[in-house]
């Protein structure tokens, strides 16, 4: 597709349950992002990727959380044990990367919900 | 550490009339600027941003902002709302030399008809 393209749209998982989240960025996109929408705490950075360079992880609010990219394209994020707290939107980004001016497009997000 | 405020986290206006949405950063280097809107249960979509250049920003669906350093905002208006503007608007900031995308708390508008 053309956009970036996130999986799966929802997901409904067991307290203390591990869930993956896919991503797929926009062919050619060497930057990618991850970010967590829940109400109350707004749009928090969680992970960024910028080709082959270490990955910038602060925003990871704790080691439950682990992401992955693998041959600079698809990324999946991993949920280990999760939370209640952890019920979020999970958005997905990329763009061309090597200029802070370029666009970064994002996808439609995973509805996470834990019980 | 860059930070974007947004003033209002409610904002209406009735059909046709002005809309503004406050946006103010804190940098000492004037940083990368965005809006991004939000329509209900969809991602996020980039309705204009300021690199470098001309200082008043056209976007799209008739949006624009204009981007003031002596006052570090980056106000995002529209001559005449319409009820498909309703949405949660979000500015955001990339420090320069940075790679990192900072949100402010979003301001969701309400078109009254």
């Known amino acids: 597709g053309a956009g970036v393209s996130q999986s799966p749209s929802n997901k409904v998982t067991e307290k203390g349950k591990d869930v993956e989240l896919r991503c797929d960025p926009i062919?050619?996109?060497?930057?990618l992002y991850w970010y967590r929408q829940s109400l109350g705490q707004g749009l928090e950075f969680l992970i960024y990727?910028?080709?082959?360079?270490?990955?910038?992880k602060s925003g990871l609010p704790s080691d439950r959380f682990s992401a992955e990219r693998t041959g600079g394209s698809v990324s999946t994020l991993t949920i280990q044990r999760t939370q209640q707290e952890d019920s979020a939107v999970y958005l997905c980004?990329?763009?061309?990367?090597?200029?802070?001016?370029?666009?970064?497009?994002f996808g439609e997000g995973s509805w996470l919900t834990v019980v | 550490a860059q930070s974007v405020t947004q003033l209002g986290s409610h904002v209406s206006v009735s059909e046709g009339a002005l809309v503004l949405l406050r946006c103010n950063y804190s940098s000492s280097v004037p940083p990368y600027l965005f809006w991004y809107v939000q329509y209900p249960n969809q991602g996020l979509q980039l309705l204009l941003k300021?690199?470098?250049?001309?200082?008043l920003v056209k976007g799209i669906n008739g949006f624009e902002a204009e981007f003031k350093k002596s006052e570090t905002s980056f106000h995002l208006t529209k001559p005449s709302a319409h009820m498909s503007d309703a949405a949660e608007y979000f500015c955001?900031?990339?420090?320069?030399?940075?790679?990192?995308?900072?949100f402010g708390t979003g301001t969701r508008l309400t078109i009254i008809p």
């Open positions: 062919s050619g996109h060497t930057a």
């Open positions: 990727f910028q080709g082959n360079s270490a990955p910038d």
């Open positions: 955001a900031v990339i420090p320069f030399g940075n790679e990192k995308l900072t």
């Open positions: 980004a990329s763009s061309l990367g090597g200029s802070s001016g370029n666009t970064i497009y």
């Open positions: 300021y690199t470098t250049g001309a200082t």
